[in-house]
């Protein structure tokens, strides 16, 4: 179901340079491989989980796994933070998309 008032996830490359998964965010589930979360990404637009606000979006991103709140160092456990990402509205990302094509 597209909404006109649509948010969606973009995940970039990492910082550093090196290969990582890019894409939108199909879905994501934080429980899955015991905490450490399982994210599916998309190259379509059209496939992306759509978010009603950026709110929404920021609290799936600092979501803590209830099977394992904390990591090995103490700090809690937020498995989307290992990526970079961009909250944007889903009208921008297809202007976006049309710009690079």
Do not use: W
């Amino acid at each position: 179901m597209t909404r006109s008032n649509a948010f969606v996830m973009k995940i970039l490359p990492p910082l550093d340079g090196s290969h990582g998964p890019v894409g939108y965010l199909k879905a994501y589930d934080p429980e899955a491989n015991d905490g450490c979360g399982e994210v599916e990404l998309t190259l379509d637009l059209t496939e992306a989980y759509e978010f009603k606000d950026p709110e929404h979006a920021l609290a799936t991103r600092y979501t803590v796994p209830k099977c394992r709140p904390y990591r090995d160092d103490g700090m809690p456990n937020r498995p989307m933070l290992a990526f970079v990402c961009e909250i944007l509205s889903k009208q921008a990302a297809f202007a976006e998309y049309a710009d690079l094509n």
